[in-house]
Protein backbone atom coordinates (compact mmCIF):
# COMPACT_ATOMS: atom_id res chain seq x y z
CA UNK A 1 0.00 0.00 0.00
CA UNK A 2 1.12 3.08 -0.75
CA UNK A 3 2.63 5.54 1.92
CA UNK A 4 1.36 9.32 1.32
CA UNK A 5 4.23 10.63 3.75
CA UNK A 6 4.64 12.96 6.38
CA UNK A 7 7.49 13.71 8.83
CA UNK A 8 8.48 15.17 11.97
CA UNK A 9 9.96 18.60 12.21
CA UNK A 10 13.08 16.74 14.19
CA UNK A 11 13.80 14.63 11.14
CA UNK A 12 13.73 17.26 9.11
CA UNK A 13 16.46 19.80 11.53
CA UNK A 14 18.78 16.13 11.75
CA UNK A 15 19.13 15.79 8.18
CA UNK A 16 22.29 16.83 6.98
CA UNK A 17 21.51 16.15 3.02
CA UNK A 18 18.95 19.59 3.37
CA UNK A 19 22.42 21.45 3.33
CA UNK A 20 20.96 24.24 5.30
CA UNK A 21 22.63 24.24 8.44
CA UNK A 22 19.76 24.63 10.27
CA UNK A 23 20.27 25.74 14.26
CA UNK A 24 16.89 25.86 16.49
CA UNK A 25 15.44 28.67 18.37
CA UNK A 26 12.57 27.22 19.45
CA UNK A 27 12.46 24.24 20.36
CA UNK A 28 9.17 23.07 21.77
CA UNK A 29 6.38 21.30 18.43
CA UNK A 30 10.37 19.01 17.45
CA UNK A 31 7.53 16.50 16.56
CA UNK A 32 4.68 18.46 14.97
CA UNK A 33 4.19 17.10 11.14
CA UNK A 34 4.98 18.15 8.22
CA UNK A 35 2.90 16.89 5.42
CA UNK A 36 2.91 18.97 2.04
CA UNK A 37 6.02 19.60 -0.04
CA UNK A 38 5.47 23.17 -0.42
CA UNK A 39 6.37 25.98 1.29
CA UNK A 40 4.35 29.52 2.22
CA UNK A 41 5.45 32.66 3.95
CA UNK A 42 3.78 34.35 6.52
CA UNK A 43 3.66 37.95 5.42
CA UNK A 44 0.06 38.01 3.74
CA UNK A 45 -0.92 36.24 7.09
CA UNK A 46 1.08 38.91 9.63
CA UNK A 47 -1.15 41.29 7.13
CA UNK A 48 -4.12 39.99 8.20
CA UNK A 49 -5.03 37.61 4.95
CA UNK A 50 -5.25 34.22 7.12
CA UNK A 51 -7.41 32.64 4.34
CA UNK A 52 -5.27 30.55 2.76
CA UNK A 53 -2.92 29.65 4.65
CA UNK A 54 -1.67 26.01 5.44
CA UNK A 55 -0.66 24.80 8.67
CA UNK A 56 0.98 21.32 7.40
CA UNK A 57 3.38 23.70 5.62
CA UNK A 58 6.71 25.04 6.54
CA UNK A 59 6.31 28.98 6.88
CA UNK A 60 9.17 31.33 6.09
CA UNK A 61 9.91 34.67 7.91
CA UNK A 62 12.51 36.68 5.87
CA UNK A 63 13.50 40.26 6.26
CA UNK A 64 10.18 41.29 4.48
CA UNK A 65 8.26 39.85 7.26
CA UNK A 66 10.76 40.94 9.77
CA UNK A 67 10.82 44.33 8.30
CA UNK A 68 7.02 45.14 8.17
CA UNK A 69 6.60 43.62 12.38
CA UNK A 70 9.59 45.81 13.05
CA UNK A 71 7.55 48.91 11.66
CA UNK A 72 4.53 48.03 14.14
CA UNK A 73 3.98 49.59 17.74
CA UNK A 74 4.50 46.52 20.12
CA UNK A 75 0.83 46.30 20.60
CA UNK A 76 0.78 46.06 16.75
CA UNK A 77 3.48 43.78 16.62
CA UNK A 78 1.79 41.24 19.31
CA UNK A 79 -1.82 41.52 17.43
CA UNK A 80 -0.31 40.59 14.19
CA UNK A 81 1.51 37.46 15.59
CA UNK A 82 -1.67 36.57 17.34
CA UNK A 83 -3.44 36.50 13.95
CA UNK A 84 -1.70 32.96 14.12
CA UNK A 85 -3.18 31.66 17.12
CA UNK A 86 -6.18 29.44 14.99
CA UNK A 87 -3.81 27.26 12.82
CA UNK A 88 -1.50 24.69 14.44
CA UNK A 89 1.46 25.55 12.20
CA UNK A 90 4.39 22.93 12.21
CA UNK A 91 7.14 24.78 12.18
CA UNK A 92 8.61 28.49 10.71
CA UNK A 93 11.88 28.91 9.32
CA UNK A 94 14.02 32.51 9.77
CA UNK A 95 16.22 32.87 6.60
CA UNK A 96 19.25 34.93 6.06
CA UNK A 97 20.36 34.64 10.02
CA UNK A 98 18.09 36.91 11.47
CA UNK A 99 17.09 37.17 14.83
CA UNK A 100 13.09 36.97 15.06
CA UNK A 101 10.80 39.66 17.12
CA UNK A 102 10.70 38.34 20.95
CA UNK A 103 7.16 38.74 20.61
CA UNK A 104 7.07 35.76 17.79
CA UNK A 105 9.77 33.71 19.98
CA UNK A 106 7.39 33.78 23.51
CA UNK A 107 3.90 33.14 21.15
CA UNK A 108 5.70 30.01 19.22
CA UNK A 109 6.75 28.30 22.36
CA UNK A 110 3.16 28.70 24.03
CA UNK A 111 1.90 27.12 21.04
CA UNK A 112 4.41 24.78 20.49
CA UNK A 113 5.46 25.90 16.95
CA UNK A 114 9.38 24.79 16.42
CA UNK A 115 11.44 28.18 15.05
CA UNK A 116 14.18 26.98 12.81
CA UNK A 117 17.11 29.60 11.50
CA UNK A 118 19.53 29.01 8.35
CA UNK A 119 21.91 31.89 6.93
CA UNK A 120 20.45 31.29 3.49
CA UNK A 121 18.02 33.99 1.48
CA UNK A 122 14.16 32.81 1.22
CA UNK A 123 14.72 32.13 -2.38
CA UNK A 124 17.85 29.37 -1.85
CA UNK A 125 15.68 28.23 1.38
CA UNK A 126 12.56 27.41 -0.79
CA UNK A 127 14.12 26.03 -3.23
CA UNK A 128 16.75 23.27 -1.54
CA UNK A 129 13.58 22.55 1.31
CA UNK A 130 11.09 21.82 -1.56
CA UNK A 131 13.38 19.58 -3.72
CA UNK A 132 14.14 17.83 -0.12
CA UNK A 133 10.58 17.51 1.01
CA UNK A 134 8.96 16.78 -2.62
CA UNK A 135 11.57 13.46 -1.99
CA UNK A 136 10.69 12.24 1.60
CA UNK A 137 7.03 13.21 1.19
CA UNK A 138 6.40 11.55 -2.26
CA UNK A 139 3.72 8.63 -2.41
CA UNK A 140 5.51 5.69 -2.14
CA UNK A 141 5.20 1.83 -2.92
CA UNK A 142 7.41 -1.39 -2.62
CA UNK A 143 7.14 -3.78 -5.45
CA UNK A 144 8.59 -7.58 -5.65
CA UNK A 145 10.29 -7.50 -9.24
CA UNK A 146 13.37 -6.31 -11.07
CA UNK A 147 13.55 -2.72 -12.66
CA UNK A 148 15.93 -2.35 -15.57
CA UNK A 149 16.87 0.07 -17.84
CA UNK A 150 16.32 -0.86 -21.62
CA UNK A 151 16.63 1.45 -24.53
CA UNK A 152 16.86 4.20 -21.58
CA UNK A 153 13.52 3.38 -21.08
CA UNK A 154 12.09 1.81 -17.25
CA UNK A 155 11.05 -1.74 -17.55
CA UNK A 156 9.34 -3.42 -14.55
CA UNK A 157 9.37 -7.27 -14.48
CA UNK A 158 7.18 -8.87 -11.89
CA UNK A 159 5.68 -12.19 -11.68
CA UNK A 160 5.93 -15.34 -9.06
CA UNK A 161 9.28 -16.18 -6.97
CA UNK A 162 10.98 -18.26 -9.46
CA UNK A 163 9.40 -17.45 -12.71
CA UNK A 164 12.60 -16.06 -14.21
CA UNK A 165 12.15 -12.18 -13.07
CA UNK A 166 16.48 -11.86 -12.25
CA UNK A 167 17.53 -14.59 -14.86
CA UNK A 168 15.81 -12.25 -17.70
CA UNK A 169 17.08 -9.04 -16.21
CA UNK A 170 21.13 -10.37 -16.69
CA UNK A 171 20.25 -11.40 -20.43
CA UNK A 172 19.11 -7.90 -20.74
CA UNK A 173 22.75 -7.03 -19.00
CA UNK A 174 24.49 -9.18 -21.07
CA UNK A 175 22.93 -7.20 -24.07
CA UNK A 176 24.04 -3.98 -23.11
CA UNK A 177 21.03 -2.82 -20.28
CA UNK A 178 21.41 -1.81 -17.25
CA UNK A 179 20.09 -3.30 -13.55
CA UNK A 180 18.05 -0.57 -11.48
CA UNK A 181 17.46 -2.90 -8.29
CA UNK A 182 16.26 -6.54 -7.95
CA UNK A 183 13.82 -8.01 -5.99
CA UNK A 184 12.08 -5.09 -4.28
CA UNK A 185 11.74 -2.08 -6.30
CA UNK A 186 10.88 1.42 -4.39
CA UNK A 187 8.64 3.18 -6.40
CA UNK A 188 8.13 6.86 -5.77
CA UNK A 189 5.26 9.38 -7.32
CA UNK A 190 6.33 12.28 -8.69
CA UNK A 191 3.55 15.18 -9.99
CA UNK A 192 0.55 13.42 -10.97
CA UNK A 193 1.66 10.78 -13.36
CA UNK A 194 5.64 10.25 -13.46
CA UNK A 195 7.26 7.03 -10.96
CA UNK A 196 10.73 6.89 -10.29
CA UNK A 197 12.00 3.80 -9.13
CA UNK A 198 15.33 2.87 -7.24
CA UNK A 199 16.53 0.31 -5.30
CA UNK A 200 17.46 -0.14 -1.16
CA UNK A 201 20.88 1.68 -0.41
CA UNK A 202 21.81 -2.56 0.85
CA UNK A 203 21.45 -4.42 -1.70
CA UNK A 204 22.08 -1.75 -4.32
CA UNK A 205 23.62 -3.08 -7.62
CA UNK A 206 23.46 -6.37 -6.30
CA UNK A 207 21.23 -9.66 -7.99
CA UNK A 208 20.07 -12.90 -6.85
CA UNK A 209 20.78 -16.18 -8.75
CA UNK A 210 19.65 -19.43 -7.68
CA UNK A 211 22.46 -21.94 -8.26
CA UNK A 212 24.76 -18.90 -8.08
CA UNK A 213 23.98 -16.87 -4.88
CA UNK A 214 24.01 -13.40 -4.63
CA UNK A 215 26.13 -11.23 -6.66
CA UNK A 216 26.59 -8.11 -7.51
CA UNK A 217 26.17 -6.54 -11.16
CA UNK A 218 28.70 -3.37 -10.61
CA UNK A 219 31.44 -5.59 -9.85
CA UNK A 220 31.21 -8.34 -12.58
CA UNK A 221 29.95 -5.84 -15.52
CA UNK A 222 30.83 -2.12 -14.56
CA UNK A 223 29.17 0.71 -13.47
CA UNK A 224 27.79 1.09 -16.05
CA UNK A 225 25.79 -1.83 -15.96
CA UNK A 226 23.75 -0.50 -13.12
CA UNK A 227 21.42 2.92 -12.62
CA UNK A 228 20.81 4.36 -9.69
CA UNK A 229 17.08 6.01 -10.14
CA UNK A 230 14.90 5.43 -13.49
CA UNK A 231 11.15 6.51 -14.19
CA UNK A 232 8.72 3.36 -14.70
CA UNK A 233 7.77 3.75 -18.21
CA UNK A 234 5.88 0.22 -18.55
CA UNK A 235 5.53 -3.48 -17.10
CA UNK A 236 6.21 -6.74 -18.02
CA UNK A 237 4.41 -9.64 -15.70
CA UNK A 238 5.68 -12.64 -16.57
CA UNK A 239 3.35 -16.20 -15.96
CA UNK A 240 3.59 -19.72 -16.30
CA UNK A 241 2.35 -20.84 -19.41
CA UNK A 242 -0.62 -22.33 -19.56
CA UNK A 243 -2.67 -24.05 -22.49
CA UNK A 244 -5.93 -23.44 -21.46
CA UNK A 245 -5.45 -19.79 -21.16
CA UNK A 246 -5.89 -17.16 -24.12
CA UNK A 247 -2.99 -14.96 -24.56
CA UNK A 248 -3.38 -11.74 -26.56
CA UNK A 249 -1.83 -12.46 -30.20
CA UNK A 250 -2.70 -9.08 -32.12
CA UNK A 251 -1.45 -6.71 -29.08
CA UNK A 252 -4.32 -4.20 -29.99
CA UNK A 253 -5.92 -3.78 -26.90
CA UNK A 254 -3.10 -2.38 -24.72
CA UNK A 255 -3.83 -3.59 -21.04
CA UNK A 256 -2.44 -1.09 -17.60
CA UNK A 257 -1.48 -1.87 -14.57
CA UNK A 258 -2.04 0.77 -11.39
CA UNK A 259 0.79 2.16 -9.09
CA UNK A 260 0.11 4.91 -6.98
CA UNK A 261 -2.81 5.84 -8.51
CA UNK A 262 -0.99 6.14 -11.87
CA UNK A 263 -1.91 3.47 -14.53
CA UNK A 264 0.83 2.67 -16.99
CA UNK A 265 1.51 0.08 -19.83
CA UNK A 266 1.39 -3.90 -18.80
CA UNK A 267 2.51 -6.57 -21.20
CA UNK A 268 1.69 -10.14 -20.00
CA UNK A 269 4.25 -12.34 -21.43
CA UNK A 270 3.35 -16.12 -20.89
CA UNK A 271 7.05 -18.02 -19.88
CA UNK A 272 7.63 -21.32 -21.86
CA UNK A 273 10.50 -23.85 -22.55
CA UNK A 274 12.51 -21.79 -25.72
CA UNK A 275 11.24 -18.36 -25.67
CA UNK A 276 14.20 -16.27 -24.85
CA UNK A 277 12.57 -13.62 -22.73
CA UNK A 278 15.16 -10.74 -22.76
CA UNK A 279 14.77 -10.26 -26.83
CA UNK A 280 10.91 -10.18 -25.94
CA UNK A 281 11.40 -7.38 -23.80
CA UNK A 282 13.63 -5.78 -25.96
CA UNK A 283 11.06 -6.08 -28.90
CA UNK A 284 8.55 -4.75 -26.19
CA UNK A 285 10.81 -1.77 -25.89
CA UNK A 286 10.81 -0.72 -29.21
CA UNK A 287 7.23 -1.17 -29.63
CA UNK A 288 6.94 1.08 -26.44
CA UNK A 289 8.82 3.80 -28.16
CA UNK A 290 6.79 3.49 -31.26
CA UNK A 291 3.75 3.96 -29.65
CA UNK A 292 4.44 7.09 -28.10
CA UNK A 293 5.37 8.14 -31.60
CA UNK A 294 1.37 7.48 -32.55
CA UNK A 295 2.62 4.16 -34.55
CA UNK A 296 0.77 0.90 -33.50
CA UNK A 297 1.05 -1.99 -36.45
CA UNK A 298 -1.67 -4.15 -35.06
CA UNK A 299 -3.78 -1.14 -35.36
CA UNK A 300 -2.58 -0.41 -38.90
CA UNK A 301 -3.14 -4.25 -39.62
CA UNK A 302 -6.41 -4.12 -38.28
CA UNK A 303 -7.41 -1.07 -40.48
CA UNK A 304 -6.17 -3.13 -43.71
CA UNK A 305 -8.41 -6.36 -43.18
Known amino acids: MPDHGSLRVREFVTDTSLGLDLEILQSKGLDNEIRSPRIQKLGMALAGFTTYIHPDRIQIVGSSELNYLKELTPDGRTSAIQRLKRFRICCIVVTKGLDPPKELAEFCARQEIPILRTRALSSLSTSKMTRWLENRLAPRATVHGVLVEVFGLGVLIIGPS ?16 RLVTDDSVEITRRGLDRLLGTGGKILRHHMELRGLGIINIKDIFGISATAVFQPVDFAVRLERWNSEV ?54 ELEELT
Open 162 to 177: GIGKSECALELILRGH
Open 246 to 299: EYDRLGIDQSTMELLGVPIPLIVMPVAPGRNLAALVEVAARIHMLRQRGYNPAK
